[in-house]
């Protein structure tokens, strides 16, 4: 689940992190009187949604007087802001974060994730923070050094003092960023984080190390030891699709191609999409109606294929072993009564009660492509995108 910049910010200070001063403002009045009730002269009116980007996008403004933030808030909320991570749709901006305007000597780059290679947690870092951290990575490499943390004992004083130097940190400011690794570990792993990023992480004109933007991400899957976390989440950055599965317990991701997929495991639904892509077309979506589905779920997985007005093909990769190829049978045709089936749909049914299943879909005559194997369901599904476009 991705939080807000603003929600990032207040639980990462509660560990220690360092934070500039900000109030979230949901319309110009509010923003107005944050500017006021913050002081100073200089402010930052940012952007609130669930991409980077902003800065280069415009969703990052700098303003010297209270009404000048009012006039940044006013154009922000309610725009559509197109970022590299949003796509060309963009996101629509409910609501604006002001904070006092920081100092900026120097920006670095500071990230934790999980390194499963190592079964740690990655602490990663470079001096060359701000808008162009990926071309960094890219360009540079030598210029990003990662480290890897025990998850009970954190990352050892040892490797952060490496960390430190190589940011070309020393001193207080090098016994500042050791504290800061320290919270950042804590704050990762006791909020069950998937992802914890400062770009930039500051060293402000004073020498001091400050968050100037913060990314957070938790956990879904451990989401049921943070309750207090759910008041977090913001459904209107999230894609409505996505949500009404997750409400069924189906793992959905909408993506941009045009073959519709549902599967059993979310190896066989990366295998399948993968094989799509072989055979020269895109998938339009991971679908994993993983292992204890239930008909009531898979009605649900297929109506949401079925009201994809893009999709040209749709391919029903099942391999029955907890999963019973009936269910998904008697799901289909319960899900066709109610959605009128526009597209060919590729069907491969293995395993547990197959005959069934089969015998089912022939009783009801829907009219399905029959695949033997993966290779065949994705040639087929291929070859009906094809014949759609033509």
């Known amino acids: 689940?991705?939080?807000?910049?603003?929600?990032?910010?207040?639980?990462?200070?509660?560990?220690?992190?360092?934070?500039?001063?900000?109030?979230?403002?949901?319309?110009?009045?509010?923003?107005?009187?944050?500017?006021?009730?913050?002081?100073?002269?200089?402010?930052?009116?940012?952007?609130?949604?669930?991409?980077?980007?902003?800065?280069?996008?415009?969703?990052?403004?700098?303003?010297?007087?209270?009404?000048?933030?009012?006039?940044?808030?006013?154009?922000?909320?309610?725009?559509?802001?197109?970022?590299?991570?949003?796509?060309?749709?963009?996101?629509?901006?409910?609501?604006?974060y002001v904070e006092a305007a920081s100092s900026i000597a120097r920006e670095l780059y500071v990230s934790l994730v999980v390194d499963r290679e190592h079964g740690a947690v990655a602490l990663t870092a470079s001096p060359d923070g701000g808008m162009d951290i990926e071309q960094v990575a890219k360009d540079t490499p030598e210029r990003i050094m990662s480290i890897a943390a025990d998850v009970d004992d954190g990352p050892a004083a040892a490797d952060v003092g490496r960390l430190a130097a190589f940011l070309g940190l020393a001193g207080g400011q090098a016994d500042a960023f050791a504290r800061l690794a320290e919270g950042l570990h804590r704050a990762f792993v006791d909020l069950d984080a998937s992802l914890v990023e400062l770009n930039p992480l500051i060293v402000t004109g004073d020498g001091e190390l400050l968050a100037l933007d913060a990314k957070l991400a938790l956990d879904d899957n451990?989401?049921?030891?943070?309750?207090?976390?759910?008041?977090?989440?913001?459904?209107?950055?999230?894609?409505?699709?996505?949500?009404?599965?997750?409400?069924?317990?189906?793992?959905?991701?909408?993506?941009?191609?045009?073959?519709?997929?549902?599967?059993?495991?979310?190896?066989?639904?990366?295998?399948?999409?993968?094989?799509?892509?072989?055979?020269?077309?895109?998938?339009?979506?991971?679908?994993?109606?993983?292992?204890?589905?239930?008909?009531?779920?898979?009605?649900?997985?297929?109506?949401?294929?079925?009201?994809?007005?893009?999709?040209?093909?749709?391919?029903?990769?099942?391999?029955?072993?907890?999963?019973?190829?009936?269910?998904?049978?008697?799901?289909?045709?319960?899900?066709?009564?109610?959605?009128?089936?526009?597209?060919?749909?590729?069907?491969?049914?293995?395993?547990?009660?197959?005959?069934?299943g089969r015998k089912l879909i022939e009783d009801a005559g829907l009219d399905v492509r029959w695949a033997r194997d993966l290779d065949q369901a994705a040639e087929l599904a291929a070859a009906a995108a094809r014949e759609a476009r033509a």
């Open 222 to 356: 451990a989401l049921f030891r943070h309750p207090e976390a759910q008041a977090l989440r913001d459904p209107d950055e999230e894609d409505p699709r996505e949500a009404e599965a997750g409400r069924f317990g189906l793992n959905y991701i909408q993506l941009s191609g045009t073959i519709g997929c549902m599967v059993n495991g979310a190896g066989l639904a990366m295998a399948t999409m993968d094989m799509i892509q072989l055979k020269g077309e895109k998938p339009a979506n991971f679908l994993d109606v993983g292992g204890g589905v239930t008909e009531a779920a898979v009605i649900e997985g297929f109506s949401l294929l079925f009201a994809n007005t893009g999709l040209r093909a749709i391919l029903v990769n099942i391999f029955g072993g907890i999963v019973r190829c009936d269910i998904i049978a008697a799901g289909l045709i319960a899900a066709s009564r109610g959605h009128p089936v526009r597209v060919p749909v590729i069907l491969r049914l293995v395993g547990t009660r197959e005959a069934e």
């Open 1 to 96: 689940m991705n939080l807000h910049e603003y929600q990032a910010k207040d639980l990462l200070a509660g560990f220690g992190v360092p934070v500039p001063a900000g109030r979230l403002a949901l319309n110009a009045a509010e923003a107005r009187q944050a500017a006021r009730e913050l002081g100073g002269t200089r402010w930052a009116v940012k952007a609130q949604i669930h991409a980077g980007g902003r800065g280069k996008a415009g969703g990052v403004r700098v303003c010297d007087s209270a009404d000048a933030v009012a006039q940044a808030a006013a154009s922000l909320i309610g725009s559509t802001l197109v970022t590299a991570q949003t796509g060309p749709e963009g996101k629509r901006v409910g609501k604006a």
